[in-house]
């Protein structure tokens, strides 16, 4: 299982903005993923946002965790940034400009749960009858 965990967080893994949503904005973000188990049920990671415009002009990143801008640019066509988070559950990064209430790129980051709610997992290894 640690394989797993470190194989996903090696992973170069990238998230290209939905092309529906604007043909000059992409932003992807590093990693993509986070995998949690029962020992671990939260992952502390650094997020790293990506994006770039064909248009140069003023753009605000968001998130799931803030209903204020992370950040804004203004008079650019590309930026980073470096986030920090303890994450449980699935959450969004987006881009808007001047209008905030229009998505110009949205990517959303994946939490995978390893835990099993399989019964048979959790039964007893011998017969309920085996006094040995």
Request: hydrophobic share 40%; proline share 3%; net charge negative.
């Amino acid at each position: 299982m640690r394989l797993l965990v470190i194989l996903a967080l090696l992973l170069p893994v990238l998230a290209v903005a939905d092309e529906s949503n604007s043909d000059d904005m992409q932003m992807t973000v590093k990693p993509l993923l986070c995998i949690t188990d029962n020992r671990n049920p939260s992952c502390d990671m650094s997020f790293l946002v990506v994006w770039r415009s064909i248009t140069t002009g003023y753009y605000c990143l968001f998130s799931d965790f803030t209903d204020a801008p992370m950040r804004c640019w203004n008079e650019e066509r590309s930026g980073q940034l470096d986030d920090n988070r303890t994450v449980t559950q699935n959450f969004s990064y987006w881009m808007t400009g001047t209008n905030e209430g229009a998505r110009l790129a949205e990517v959303t980051v994946e939490v995978l749960r390893l835990d099993s709610d399989d019964r048979r997992r959790r039964r007893r290894n011998r017969h309920v009858w085996d006094i040995n």
